[in-house]
């Protein structure tokens, strides 16, 4: 039985299997989805341990969500330090990530796949001499 949080959760079956998962994209780029079930502690109160993940042909990440290791956020003025595990990569750039639940992590990180997809392929020329 599902505790309320995870009824919640529509996604987190749905995240669960597709674990080991590698989706192909265009110019060679690639997605591989790590994603278990863990007991949940300070650090992954949520209990869910996942790396979403997008390569390019070279398998350079470019684009990553996990929890595998914590950062440390940007300090702000007098306030304590937290160390945050839930984090994404952009390219070099590593930022905490407010996960809120399976189902928004993938919406997110599907987000900024498509987002980047779109930068990389060619777009379609568009044809000025249309008649009036």
Excluded at 98 to 107: G, H, I, K, T, V
Aim: charge should be positive; proline fraction near 5%.
């Amino acid at each position: 039985m599902l505790n309320s949080k995870e009824d919640k959760d529509i996604g987190l079956e749905t995240l669960l299997q597709l674990d080991g998962e590698i989706f192909p994209m265009d110019n060679g780029y690639w997605v591989k989805f790590n994603v278990q079930r863990v007991k949940p502690n300070e650090h992954i109160p949520h209990g869910i341990r996942y790396s979403l993940t997008l390569h390019d042909k070279n398998n350079k990440r470019v684009v990553g969500y996990d929890n595998a290791h914590g950062i440390k956020p940007k300090r702000k003025r007098f306030c304590g330090t937290r160390i945050v595990w839930d984090h994404k990569h952009n390219h070099e750039q590593v930022n905490p990530y407010d996960f809120e639940s399976a189902f928004n992590l993938m919406e997110d990180f599907w987000k900024d796949v498509n987002d980047l997809m779109r930068e990389l392929l060619p777009q379609p020329k568009s044809n000025c001499n249309a008649r009036k």
